[in-house]
């Protein structure tokens, strides 16, 4: 029998370098000509408007914010500006290292999902040692100190 081709021309875009005109289904749109385009002409299309640079954060070691790192500028001169900026650096603020399951040979992060508080001793545990037994209840004995 014979094959019916589909089309389905709503989907994607045409790339509109010239001499191009591929659908994709990913199409790119130029930050500085609003114009569509393929990924191989994306950044070669030859457009008048220069390509705004990517955004570089790092992650200020006291308050855990990101701050924008200027391209060529010294991460001395980046945290320095973070630290002055009216209050913006707050080691108060920086999130807490994540607690551990408490049981000597867990390496378990405790989170909301999977914290599990003992009624009985109060301590705080992965689901896996939730049992009395499993967490040595009362005695301590199965805990780092």
């Known amino acids: 029998g014979t094959r019916v081709k589909m089309e389905l021309p709503e989907l994607g875009e045409h790339c509109e370098h010239h001499g191009c005109g591929q659908l994709d289904f990913l199409p790119f749109q130029c930050q500085g000509c609003a114009k569509t385009?393929?990924?191989?002409?994306?950044?070669?299309?030859?457009?008048?408007?220069?390509?705004?640079?990517?955004?570089?954060?790092?992650?200020?070691?006291?308050?855990?914010?990101s701050v924008k790192h200027v391209?060529?500028?010294?991460?001395?001169?980046?945290f320095e500006?973070?630290?002055?900026?009216?209050?913006?650096?707050?080691?108060?603020?920086?999130?807490?290292?994540?607690?551990r399951c408490p049981v000597i040979g867990c390496k378990e992060?405790?989170?909301?999902?999977?914290?599990?508080?003992?009624?009985?001793?109060?301590?705080?545990?992965?689901?896996?040692?939730?049992?009395?037994?499993?967490?040595g209840c009362g005695t301590g004995a199965k805990l780092r100190s």
């Open 109 to 135: 992060k405790l989170t909301a999902v999977n914290a599990f508080q003992c009624k009985t001793c109060r301590v705080q545990v992965c689901l896996r040692h939730r049992h009395k037994d499993g967490h």
């Open 37 to 65: 385009f393929c990924l191989e002409h994306r950044g070669s299309h030859g457009c008048a408007v220069p390509a705004r640079q990517d955004t570089t954060c790092v992650v200020c070691p006291l308050c855990g914010k």
């Open 71 to 78: 391209v060529g500028e010294s991460i001395h001169v980046t």
């Open 81 to 99: 500006r973070h630290n002055s900026d009216r209050g913006q650096c707050d080691p108060s603020t920086h999130p807490a290292r994540a607690k």
